[in-house]
């Protein structure tokens, strides 16, 4: 398991091209999903600031917040066009309708 240092470390470098795609959806649809993401829980628990600043180095300058649906899905949101309740709310519909979990 790696420790906190090195879950920075590693997102941190991480290259731009695996967050090009959910910063398209992003700026198209304000929400992306955990499965459509390069991140896990265990990434938003530890190092929030480091995600956000690798996708601001790739071209994405809003704000985010992230919300996850009782440990078994997350969904990463600009707070700014969807209400945090608004997304808890489709993410349990998307967990309960049978769609994979992240």
Not at 8 to 13: C, E, G, H, I, W
Not at 54 to 62: I, V
Not at 80 to 87: C, F, G, I, L, N
């Amino acid at each position: 398991m790696l420790d906190v240092l090195q879950l920075k470390q590693r997102v941190s470098r991480m290259p731009l091209e695996c967050v090009r795609g959910m910063i398209d959806e992003l700026i198209l649809e304000g929400i992306v999903t955990g499965n459509r993401t390069p991140f896990n829980r265990q990434h938003f628990n530890t190092c929030f600031a480091e995600i956000e600043a690798l996708l601001q180095r790739a071209g994405y300058h809003r704000r985010l917040d992230v919300v996850s649906y009782q440990g078994l899905a997350y969904a990463l949101f600009d707070p700014t066009r969807w209400d945090a309740v608004e997304v808890l709310r489709w993410l349990r519909d998307f967990v309960e309708g049978g769609h994979p979990a992240s």
